[in-house]
């Protein structure tokens, strides 16, 4: 199974930024399908984004403050989220899904408050 390390989580202000780093073990291609959840107390893991190749996609709640990228030579996928909100916080989970299996991150806690 692939180990992902998720990085970057914190405390940050309304309105301000933060960027996520996910390490993988292990090369995973381009057109593999990876992403970012969220885990919030009460309510189940949610998709906050995903990318396979060039097409990334994002729920309404998050489109246009999140941008997901990755940087396959150095087995890194980012989250660069702004404008962070008070519901943005929870615990940020890597996934990825590749050659039949499916990988998770132990996460990394964000939170949004001022």
């Known amino acids: 199974q692939v180990q992902l390390v998720e990085s970057g989580g914190g405390l940050v202000q309304p309105g301000g930024s933060l960027r996520l780093s996910c390490v993988s073990s292990?090369?995973?291609?381009?057109?593999?399908?990876m992403g970012w959840y969220r885990q919030t107390p009460g309510r189940q893991r949610e998709m906050v984004a995903t990318?396979?190749?060039?097409?990334?996609q994002y729920p309404t709640s998050v489109n246009r403050r999140f941008t997901i990228s990755r940087d396959s030579a150095q087995n890194l996928m980012f989250l660069q989220m702004t404008n962070l909100k008070p519901e943005d916080t929870g615990i940020y989970y890597c996934?990825?899904?590749?050659?039949?299996?499916?990988?998770w991150g132990r996460g990394t806690q964000v939170t949004v408050s001022s």
């Open positions: 996934y990825s899904e590749w050659a039949g299996r499916n990988s």
């Open positions: 292990e090369s995973i291609p381009d057109i593999a399908f």
């Open positions: 990318i396979r190749g060039r097409s990334t």
